[in-house]
């Protein structure tokens, strides 16, 4: 998901660079034109102008509109707190469609975007349909109404610093009484635990992408050696305490490593003589 969020984010601060440029073309123009006074008798300055005028309004145009359709996909649509999953692709369509309507103007870089989005639209949402089983768990449990503990999500989007955090928690603790704590932990807890959409594929991506950039050819006999070493390599640092020191492989099995010498196989750890 961060993978594709930057590339929104990059394509939004390109369009924005083009519209720069264009404005600032119009102006060393229309400086020119001040300058030159009155000696355009045939006019050319004055249409060129004209065109840096139409090319400036629509990269603005452009600009513009696609920074709104990338900050409704971070801020609305892929955040962890938000709607639920149906809400969520039928805004997500939305903003494929927006898109593709914009495409036109440059195709080369909006089209590569508007297809990674379109293509992996499920499984960037994936996280939403965890999350909805979730909340009606929660709702469930506790007795309440779904769209009420969906209010209680939403409200982790704001700051804690924010006065609308602190109005929206004191209206929804008036509205729910004893069940307010329990439940707004319980959805803080949910919200925790609840896997990102492809986030465990970005990181073996990134993690392997080190492993191949020098190397010209892959053969089988490196592919499973590098499965092999990161799959007894120890984890140095993690969020989850319980994996810190320890390897996939133990973590997946439960038990501890043999020597590595046997692990290569080449035969069973010997004694030391005297």
């Not at 439940?183 to 925790?192: G, I, K, S, T």
């Not at 133990?250 to 590595?260: I, K, S, V, Y």
Request: glycine fraction near 6%; proline fraction near 4%.
């Amino acid at each position: 998901m961060v993978h594709i969020q930057r590339r929104c984010e990059g394509l939004a601060n390109t369009l924005s660079r083009l519209a720069a440029g264009a404005t600032s073309r119009r102006k060393t123009l229309q400086a020119r034109i001040s300058r030159a006074g009155q000696r355009d008798p045939e006019g050319k300055v004055g249409v060129q102008l004209e065109q840096a005028r139409d090319t400036e309004a629509r990269a603005s145009c452009l600009a513009r509109d696609v920074r709104t359709l990338v900050q409704w996909l971070q801020h609305d649509i892929l955040v962890l707190a938000g709607p639920d999953l149906a809400t969520r692709r039928e805004l997500f369509d939305f903003v494929v469609a927006e898109l593709m309507a914009r495409e036109p103007e440059d195709p080369r870089r909006i089209r590569p975007v508007r297809v990674a989005l379109q293509n992996q639209r499920d499984h960037l949402l994936a996280f939403a349909g965890v999350l909805d089983l979730e909340l009606a768990t929660i709702a469930r449990v506790h007795a309440v109404p779904e769209h009420v503990v969906r209010e209680a999500c939403i409200l982790h989007r704001l700051p804690t610093t924010s006065p609308a955090y602190w109005q929206g928690w004191s209206e929804l603790r008036a509205r729910m009484g004893s069940k307010f704590h329990i439940l707004f932990d319980a959805v803080r807890r949910a919200m925790a635990s609840t896997p990102r959409s492809r986030s465990l594929v970005e990181n073996l991506n990134s993690r392997l992408r080190t492993y191949f950039t020098l190397r010209r050819h892959l053969g089988g006999s490196y592919l499973d050696l590098l499965r092999f070493f990161l799959n007894h390599r120890r984890f140095l640092r993690s969020r989850h305490a319980e994996r810190q020191g320890k390897s996939p492989r133990e973590l997946m099995t439960g038990q501890d490593h043999l020597h590595w010498l046997t692990l290569l196989g080449l035969g069973s750890l010997q004694p030391r003589r005297a």
